[in-house]
């Protein structure tokens, strides 16, 4: 079986990680959010960074336990050893960034539509897609280039909030920060922290590629927790900054939230935000593929899909799984609907993230005796709290969604059932019919 390139020091990695946590909602979501907790928003940023953080300790430890590509699948299969478990997560997984590429994608759209307003009317799907087929062909070419690109476009998108957050501090104190929506409670915050949760997502997708990386017992538990803490500091800075520029119903209603912001602070300023955008959603975008195409590929290798998706093509890259993920991405880009695509997204990682600090925990038990180069601290005797606490607070971030979203993680929950039985069946037909 061809082996992946390890090319990735820390550096990489955490730029890796930086990267796709950065753009995966700050730009795209944060106008959403702000239409739900008000002025409060930035506090729905804490909530949300503080649960992102105690699954994501959990990630270091099983990551530099078991640095394989397709880890979520991989470590409720080394813990529990049930098939259809570790089956239904990585399909949940699959699930989570699909949806998620899905919607970062349609706010690159919407920035791309605002920024060629005056000249030309483009559909946000439209800008979605074309990025999708673009991005794939830079995933297919290799992950050292993917690597030196999002580098560049980390640095860019970084830029941008930097740049918002310097606009900002001459309007800090201008509001009320603990200023509600008219009529609504504190529930409020939640509810907007459910949304915002997808701005977090993506330190776990740096597990993923531990195939790729150098010494990743190490430097996977790093890279995890740089990203984490550089990109939560960053977020609520934007956040308390955009609050303190552009009123919080307006922000709620715009399509590019933050080159709005920086047109009220620097009139004029809106075209270089809105540029920066488009580098930072596409960046997202780009790492999601690659995530997606090495999610499909660890999965087959490990026989949980057909073995056709584990092919690497002559670049070192699993070609065929990377011209699957952008398919079934265009399809989800027709919805258009970009606040509903990542609750989905969220509802969907939120239940991994309950499987991902389950596993932990029962490894603590089941195997005590393993290696583990990086472990959670708070630990009272070999029952560790924080995973835990992950799992509880994950329970109580998917019941502040609507019934629909539920509704639709629990149809995506059995749909994986039913295919992971139909695979089942044929994979024994066909040992059946081989050996007979």
Same mark, same amino acid.
């Given at each position: 079986?061809?082996?992946?390139?390890?090319?990735?020091?820390?550096?990489?990695?955490?730029?890796?990680?930086?990267?796709? %946590?950065?753009?995966?909602?700050?730009?795209?979501?944060?106008?959403?959010?702000?239409?739900?907790?008000?002025?409060?928003?930035?506090?729905?940023?804490?909530?949300?960074?503080?649960?992102?953080?105690?699954?994501?300790?959990?990630?270091?430890?099983?990551?530099?336990?078991?640095?394989?590509?397709?880890?979520?699948?991989?470590?409720?299969?080394?813990?529990?050893?049930?098939?259809?478990? @570790?089956?239904?997560?990585?399909?949940?997984?699959?699930?989570?960034? &699909?949806?998620?590429?899905?919607?970062?994608?349609?706010?690159?759209?919407?920035?791309?539509?605002?920024?060629? @307003?005056? %000249?030309?009317?483009?559909?946000?799907?439209?800008?979605?897609?074309?990025?999708?087929?673009?991005?794939?062909?830079?995933?297919?070419?290799?992950?050292?280039?993917?690597?030196?690109?999002?580098?560049?476009?980390?640095?860019?998108e970084a830029f941008g909030l930097i740049f918002i957050i310097a606009l900002g501090i001459g309007h800090f104190g201008n509001v009320n920060y603990l200023e509600l929506p008219p009529g609504e409670g504190i529930g409020s915050i939640f509810v907007a922290a459910a949304l915002i949760f997808f701005a977090y997502v993506g330190f776990e997708d740096?597990?993923?590629?531990?195939?790729?990386?150098?010494?990743?017992?190490?430097?996977?538990?790093?890279?995890?927790?740089?990203?984490?803490? &550089?990109?939560?500091?960053?977020?609520?800075?934007?956040?308390?900054?955009?609050?303190?520029?552009?009123?919080?119903?307006?922000?709620?209603?715009?399509?590019?939230?933050?080159?709005?912001?920086?047109?009220?602070?620097?009139?004029?300023?809106?075209?270089?935000?809105?540029?920066?955008?488009?580098?930072?959603?596409?960046?997202?975008?780009?790492?999601?593929?690659?995530?997606? @195409?090495?999610?499909?590929?660890?999965?087959?290798?490990?026989?949980?899909?057909?073995?056709?998706?584990?092919?690497?093509?002559?670049?070192?890259?699993?070609?065929?799984?990377?011209?699957?993920?952008?398919?079934?991405?265009?399809?989800?880009?027709?919805?258009?609907?970009?606040?509903?695509?990542?609750?989905?997204?969220?509802?969907?990682?939120?239940?991994?993230?309950?499987?991902?600090?389950?596993?932990?925990?029962?490894?603590?038990?089941?195997?005590?005796?393993?290696?583990?180069?990086?472990?959670?601290?708070?630990?009272?005797?070999?029952?560790?709290?924080?995973?835990?606490?992950?799992?509880?607070?994950?329970?109580?971030?998917?019941?502040?969604?609507?019934?629909?979203?539920?509704?639709?993680?629990?149809?995506?929950?059995?749909?994986?059932?039913?295919?992971?039985?139909?695979?089942?069946?044929?994979?024994?037909?066909?040992?059946?019919?081989t050996h007979v």
């Amino acid at each position: 079986m061809p082996e992946l390139k390890r090319a990735l020091g820390l550096l990489e990695t955490s730029f890796y990680g930086i990267g796709l %946590i950065l753009g995966a909602g700050i730009y795209a979501l944060i106008g959403k959010a702000a239409g739900i907790s008000g002025n409060a928003v930035w506090i729905s940023f804490i909530f949300a960074a503080f649960i992102a953080t105690l699954t994501a300790l959990s990630y270091c430890e099983l990551s530099a336990m078991f640095p394989k590509a397709g880890a979520e699948y991989v470590y409720v299969q080394k813990t529990f050893g049930r098939r259809w478990l @570790s089956f239904l997560v990585g399909w949940l997984f699959l699930f989570t960034i &699909v949806f998620g590429a899905a919607a970062v994608a349609l706010g690159f759209g919407g920035y791309l539509s605002a920024l060629l @307003s005056p %000249i030309v009317k483009i559909p946000a799907i439209i800008g979605a897609s074309i990025l999708v087929i673009v991005m794939t062909a830079v995933n297919l070419y290799g992950i050292e280039q993917s690597s030196k690109l999002n580098i560049i476009f980390t640095a860019l998108e970084a830029f941008g909030l930097i740049f918002i957050i310097a606009l900002g501090i001459g309007h800090f104190g201008n509001v009320n920060y603990l200023e509600l929506p008219p009529g609504e409670g504190i529930g409020s915050i939640f509810v907007a922290a459910a949304l915002i949760f997808f701005a977090y997502v993506g330190f776990e997708d740096i597990a993923n590629i531990a195939e790729e990386v150098k010494k990743p017992e190490k430097t996977l538990p790093r890279a995890i927790v740089i990203s984490v803490v &550089v990109t939560t500091i960053l977020y609520i800075l934007v956040a308390i900054s955009a609050i303190s520029i552009l009123d919080w119903k307006t922000l709620g209603q715009s399509g590019a939230p933050l080159a709005d912001v920086a047109e009220t602070a620097l009139p004029g300023s809106s075209s270089l935000l809105g540029t920066i955008a488009l580098f930072s959603t596409g960046n997202t975008v780009l790492i999601l593929l690659i995530t997606i @195409s090495r999610m499909l590929y660890g999965m087959a290798r490990e026989g949980a899909l057909p073995r056709f998706f584990s092919k690497v093509g002559k670049r070192k890259t699993p070609w065929i799984s990377g011209i699957a993920s952008m398919i079934i991405i265009l399809g989800l880009i027709m919805t258009g609907n970009i606040r509903s695509v990542a609750e989905v997204s969220n509802f969907t990682i939120l239940a991994v993230f309950i499987s991902v600090n389950a596993s932990l925990i029962y490894l603590r038990y089941s195997k005590p005796y393993l290696p583990r180069p990086f472990k959670v601290p708070l630990n009272i005797g070999r029952f560790p709290i924080i995973p835990s606490l992950g799992i509880a607070f994950s329970l109580f971030l998917m019941a502040n969604f609507s019934a629909k979203i539920i509704l639709s993680g629990i149809g995506i929950i059995l749909l994986g059932l039913v295919v992971y039985e139909i695979s089942d069946f044929f994979e024994h037909k066909k040992f059946h019919v081989t050996h007979v």
